[in-house]
């Protein structure tokens, strides 16, 4: 249970037991990386070879998974015409830069997995966490012009603008622009990259006491995550709303009407943009799963509220990354016409009969409904 739980204090502890005796985390970090290790790794013992083994195993199959899902969804969207519009950009980066994520987060975890320690030096460990960090960040803000293009969508109907290509092109630059601001701000002196407790990545400071990596930590966090929460909740609060009232007058319409369904027959089940609204509500959902136990954990290491083991930064690193693994899957399962091209293009990743094609909803209002129920009995 020791190997679990992983005692808050003294690495000594194991000698009597015949562990590692007054070994540390830190023994086998490269001596040029030590100016980067907090002095408070340095109270727990080695972790057990098997987590860094299920680790680098876990990081192999959510790479894996995230590098064909992700490519896949690339793929298929750009190479169907149908599927070519403008709010379907915004699904393309969004798969793009859950891609990238894994693609350079997974190797190198992996074979640090292995030595059981950083290897690349100090400058591929700042590296490397830069990059974590701008691709979670342009992922979560591409949920948010999502979002909102589904706001427009769904509240504002007909009198919303309708998104053209060089808008969707401008909120993509939005995203990885606003991104890149916050995670090159730690190369310039605002905050800092440091090892992670595991010693086999690398992520924010936030064992650090000083002024420049407290205000980091919480300016950052609420640029690229409160901040970006308030705005899906926003949406997505006048989103359900708008379809309640919907539903709502048409029930009442089709009772005043003496007839069972408004809905056509071809129509029967939700329009195109309620359906993708659930779908990119889903995938947002994910993601704050994914990314909170991270944000805990620098909270936790910043205001000293928790002891943070080494063990305890795996969970944050391993649901972060998983993330990247949801969004063709959620796609996969509940987008109609990127079933129905994944049917096409690789028949035997779709499970059951794919669905018809049906509008996928690019920026602009459903039709009239139609009355083709029988009345019902008096």
């Known amino acids: 249970m020791s190997l679990i739980s992983e005692p808050s204090f003294s690495a000594y502890s194991w000698a009597s037991q015949g562990g590692f005796g007054n070994q540390t985390v830190v023994d086998k970090v490269p001596p040029e990386m030590l100016y980067l290790i907090d002095p408070h790794w340095y109270q727990f013992p080695p972790m057990n070879p098997l987590w860094h083994s299920l680790l680098g195993f876990a990081m192999c199959i959510l790479g894996f998974l995230c590098v064909v899902g992700n490519g896949m969804v690339v793929y298929i969207f750009s190479c169907t015409k149908s599927l070519r519009t403008p709010s379907n950009l915004l699904v393309v980066n969004l798969a793009f830069s ?66 053209t290509i060089k808008t969707a092109l401008a909120r993509i630059l939005f995203c990885w622009g606003w991104s890149l601001i916050w995670t090159l701000a730690p190369f310039l002196g605002w905050g800092r990259y440091v090892p992670e407790g595991n010693m086999t990545a690398c992520g924010t400071d936030y064992l ?42 048409m029930r009442e319409q089709a009772k005043k009407m003496n007839v069972a369904s408004l809905r056509s027959s071809e129509n029967a089940n939700t329009s195109a943009e309620h359906k993708l609204a659930k779908v990119a509500l889903t995938t ?89 129920e029988e009345k019902a009995a008096a």
């Open 208 to 249: 650090a006491q000083d002024f420049k990596s407290k205000s980091y930590i919480i300016i950052y966090s609420f640029g690229c995550y409160f901040l970006p929460l308030f705005l899906i909740i926003y949406s997505y609060w006048f989103i359900v709303q708008a379809v309640s009232a919907h539903e709502k007058a």
């Open 284 to 372: 947002i959902s994910l993601w704050f799963c994914a990314w909170t136990p991270y944000l805990v954990i620098n909270y936790a290491g910043m205001f000293q509220a928790l002891t943070i083991s080494p063990l305890f930064t795996i969970w944050g690193s391993v649901f972060a990354k998983a993330n990247a693994c949801y969004n063709p899957i959620v796609y996969a399962i509940s987008h109609p016409k990127y079933r129905a091209a994944l049917d096409k293009k690789f028949p035997s990743l779709v499970c059951g009969s794919a669905e018809a094609p049906v509008s996928d909803g690019t920026s602009v209002a459903s039709g009239a409904t139609t009355i083709t």
């Open 98 to 163: 859950d891609f990238c994520m894994m693609f350079c987060m997974s190797p190198p975890m992996v074979l640090n997995c292995y030595y059981e320690t950083w290897i690349f030096g100090p400058l591929m460990c700042e590296v490397y966490a830069m990059l974590g960090s701008l691709f979670g960040c342009t992922s979560i803000w591409s949920m948010v012009m999502i979002a909102n293009d589904r706001y427009n969508v769904i509240v504002k109907g007909l009198s919303a603008k309708p998104m």
